[in-house]
Nanobody, 116 residues
Framework: QLQLVESGGGLVQAGGSLRLSCAAS????????MGWYRQAPGNQRELVAS???????NYADSVKGRFTNSRDGTKNTVLLQMNSLKPEDTAVYYC??????????WGQGTQVTVSS
């Protein structure tokens, strides 16, 4: 069993920065990858960024060069540094964990709002 707790998010002006954090607790040894999805009103949930247990990263084209996804030394927290934010980045951001290659866990979601 795995528990995810997100923090960060909020309201920022376009061009600003925010950092999201997701801490995993419980049986963390089965974590294969950690990352973030987002969902804007009326849109499907989409992948933003992910990082595997070996450190390989993947980003949506829309955030490449602006967002950085990383894991801390204990490997149970993932951080999403979001720079040069745009109004189209406004969404609810969800932490996501791929566990033992077949299971997915989700965080509770945190709102990111970018004003123009």
């Amino acid at each position: 069993q795995l528990q995810l707790v997100e923090s960060g998010g909020g309201l920022v002006q376009a061009g600003g920065s925010l950092r999201l954090s997701c801490a995993a607790s419980g049986s963390i040894f089965g974590i294969d990858a950690m990352g973030w999805y987002r969902q804007a009103p009326g849109n499907q949930r989409e992948l933003v960024a992910s990082i595997t247990s070996r450190g390989s990263t993947n980003y949506a084209d829309s955030v490449k060069g602006r967002f950085t996804n990383s894991r801390d030394g204990t490997k149970n927290t993932v951080l999403l540094q979001m720079n040069s934010l745009k109004p189209e980045d406004t969404a609810v951001y969800y932490c996501n964990v791929l566990y033992s290659t077949t299971m997915f866990y989700w965080g509770q979601g945190t709102q990111v709002t970018v004003s123009s």
